[in-house]
């Protein structure tokens, strides 16, 4: 007699990070999150997607209706995922001007974040970057995206034990233990959100 293991569908994340710098401690998160989807967590692909390749918003450069290169591709990323994980390091109790300019290019008609599932993690001085996730969540109410509630994750970096070494990744194992709650969490909604079949 055969026994039947039902496996949950495989769902496709994209993975974004508001800094665009490569030793930041938002980038090892996303480091952290691509590890843990390959390594502890089935059902998950996720694709990191660089956004340092597009240019300022500037609808000057639609040129016949067609949006740049770079921008064509970055929006064809989020339209092949089915949700969104946002690393959002706060930069003067805000997200920053390059996320904001990967969501104003995603907006433009039609809108490819449009009925997502999205989570958000972030990691700073303070409060660990939470401002950051309050207006993020603001911007996403008129992107249509739809945030999980919890659990959330805002990590002061440099409060005692170290949670990044010096090439900003994450090192810390309770941290790591509350990114899988987060990815987990952002499944489980992702599945909720898709339509049944």
């Known amino acids: 007699m055969e026994t039947v293991v039902a496996s949950k569908p495989m769902i496709k994340v994209a993975a974004i990070c508001g800094s665009l710098r490569k030793s930041s401690n938002n980038r090892g998160l996303i480091r952290t999150a691509l590890e843990l989807t390959k390594e502890s967590i089935n059902g998950i692909e996720m694709e990191y ?3 340092s ?11 016949d209706g067609k949006l740049p290169p770079a921008v064509e591709v970055f929006r064809q990323k989020i339209l092949q995922s ?6 959002s390091p706060e930069y003067n109790y805000s997200l920053t001007g390059p996320l904001k300019n990967a969501l104003d290019w995603g907006s433009i008609s039609p809108n490819v974040w449009a009925d997502k599932a999205a989570a958000i993690v972030s990691a700073g001085g303070g409060f660990g970057g939470a401002r950051s996730h309050y207006h993020l969540r603001q911007v996403g109410v008129f992107l249509d995206l739809h945030f999980i509630n919890k659990p959330e994750f805002y990590l002061n970096a440099f409060e005692p034990p170290a ?8 090192i810390d194992e309770a941290s790591k233990e509350k990114m899988k709650q987060v990815l987990v969490a952002l ?11």
Do not use: E
């Open 53 to 63: 390749p597009l240019p300022m918003l500037n609808t000057d450069l639609l040129v």
């Open 49 to 51: 997607v660089d956004i």
């Open 163 to 170: 949670k990044f070494d010096s090439d900003g990744n994450l």
């Open 82 to 87: 089915d949700s969104i994980l946002f690393a």
């Open 187 to 197: 499944q489980a909604f992702t599945l909720r959100l898709q339509p049944k079949n």
